[in-house]
């Protein structure tokens, strides 16, 4: 079964700084798809990025960006000039590329929330 | 365009009541998914449909059911509540072999 973990519980960091969230996760499937989920206090979870990867190149979103190492598993977010409503939990989550059943589920890390400093 | 819609917001129920969660999505997906967030754990799938009358158990789906009542609608009943079962619940969609999931923006379910 696949895993995704999230070992940071919280992490701070100073508006306009940059930050990095980490996230390794466990498969053994060559193709899949990998995101970082935003869940600000509202609830509402709203992608923030995605993934596949098949894809050498790492995905880029504004001024979010991932650091993806296949053979390491490791899936790290990176926030640059940092801005007060990116605080919010953020999950990182996996997807088999099948789509058959449950195995089209995201598979959840447990979260990290991220507090902003003004 | 709505996305996805979830009814009630919150709800309180007593131990042994039961409910059904509303969802609907306005998108034409064919895949509609149940999950539920709990402290410290992220979210974990409950239920899914792949399309209209076709459903499959999750991770965690003993104290649920769920009916695909069309397309649109998938909802989810809690026969006996339980207070394990006090949780945020997310109903999610996809189309069929799509990337991404898009969700709906929960349920807060306490069971006292």
């Known amino acids: 079964a696949q895993t995704v973990t999230q070992s940071q519980p919280e992490m701070s960091v100073q508006e306009a700084e940059t930050v990095t969230l980490s996230c390794t996760y466990d498969?053994?499937?060559?193709?899949?798809?990998l995101f970082w989920y935003k869940q600000p206090p509202s609830r509402q979870m709203i992608l923030v990025i995605r993934q596949e990867a098949y894809k050498q190149q790492n995905a880029t979103e504004n001024r979010f960006s991932v650091n993806f190492q296949k053979a390491a598993k490791s899936f790290s977010l990176k926030i640059s000039d940092s801005q007060l409503g990116d605080a919010a939990m953020y999950f990182c989550?996996?997807?088999?590329?099948?789509?058959?059943?449950?195995?089209?589920?995201?598979?959840f890390g447990k979260g990290i929330t991220l507090s902003v400093r003004p | 365009n709505a996305g996805v819609t979830q009814t009630p917001k919150f709800q309180v129920l007593k131990t042994g009541q039961s409910m059904t969660l509303q969802c609907a999505q306005d998108?034409?997906?064919?895949?509609m998914y149940w999950y539920r967030q709990d402290p410290g754990m992220g979210l974990r799938l409950i239920y899914y449909?792949?399309?209209?009358?076709?459903?499959d158990k999750g991770e965690v789906p003993n104290g649920y059911n769920v009916s695909r009542l069309n397309k649109r609608e998938f909802s989810l009943r809690l026969e006996s509540a339980a207070p394990s079962q006090t949780s945020v619940y997310f109903c999610a969609s996809s189309e069929l072999g799509a990337k991404t999931q898009y969700f709906g923006p929960g349920t807060r379910l306490l069971v006292l």
């Open positions: 998108m034409n997906h064919n895949s």
């Open positions: 449909s792949a399309s209209e009358g076709t459903t």
């Open positions: 989550a996996y997807r088999d590329l099948t789509n058959t059943g449950a195995n089209s589920k995201l598979t």
């Open positions: 498969t053994s499937e060559s193709d899949y798809y």
